[in-house]
């Protein structure tokens, strides 16, 4: 299980499984849109463990703001720290480090 928490103000949809079955079944182009949405999410997840597997707590952080550099200006470090699966010291350290560069 996982959790979302929303940072900014944002609405929410809830769809049941059987009623987004429906909306497949009733309009076929929903059922095209859906795969790729569930591709999509499931790359971006396989993307993610092997970045977290396999660099530094420095690399990651690079690679993250690299691909997604207005995050920093949008998020708060303590949720930037949990998504790399480090505490708050560390990605300070990281930060300063790339700061004196």
Do not use: C
């Not at 997840?45 to 691909?67: C, F, H, I, P």
């Not at 708050?88 to 930060?95: F, G």
């Amino acid at each position: 299980r996982e959790s979302i928490e929303l940072l900014e103000d944002a609405v929410v949809y809830k769809l049941s499984y059987v009623n987004l079955q429906w909306l497949y079944d009733q309009h076929p182009v929903l059922n095209v849109v859906g795969r790729k949405m569930a591709e999509e999410a499931f790359f971006k997840a396989g993307e993610l463990t092997l970045m977290l597997r396999s660099g530094s707590s420095r690399e990651n952080y690079e690679k993250l703001t690299d691909k997604y550099p207005q995050l920093l200006n949008r998020a708060y470090l303590k949720h930037i720290a949990s998504y790399l699966g480090i505490s708050q010291e560390p990605l300070s350290r990281v930060r300063a480090a790339k700061g004196k560069e």
